[in-house]
Nanobody, 116 residues
Framework: EVQLVESGGGLVQPGGSLRLSCAASGFAFSTVTMNWVRQVEGKGLQWVARVTSTSRGSRYIYSDSVKGRFTVSRDNVKNTLQLQMNNLKPEDTAVYYC???????WGQGTRVAVSS
């Protein structure tokens, strides 16, 4: 069974940092592209970042809204996906999901709130 479990969300002031983590199980983690997607309350889903599989050289791709502030990474030994978020802004407030699109697998989400 494919499982994705996010953690690390919370409340942070503008300009602060958070590190999200996603524990993956039930599939060959190192061989798949993994994504972070977020949903602002009352709005649609927004793709945030992607890291391709290690076999493809692990390319790192970001949406324009987070480029230069967020960093996605993966640990293929621990089967975890991370999202380091720096210089957070109020518009980053959302529920963040770890997603394996090929199998349409989503975690339960972790909430990030950026507010003073």
């Amino acid at each position: 069974e494919v499982q994705l479990v996010e953690s690390g969300g919370g409340l942070v002031q503008p300009g602060g940092s958070l590190r999200l983590s996603c524990a993956a199980s039930g599939f060959a983690f190192s061989t798949v592209t993994m994504n972070w997607v977020r949903q602002v309350e009352g709005k649609g889903l927004q793709w945030v970042a992607r890291v391709t599989s290690t076999s493809r050289g692990s390319r790192y791709i970001y949406s324009d809204s987070v480029k230069g502030r967020f960093t996605v990474s993966r640990d293929n030994v621990k089967n975890t996906l991370q999202l380091q978020m720096n210089n957070l802004k109020p518009e980053d407030t959302a529920v963040y999901y770890c997603v394996h699109f090929t199998q349409d697998a989503w975690g339960q989400g972790t909430r990030v709130a950026v507010s003073s």
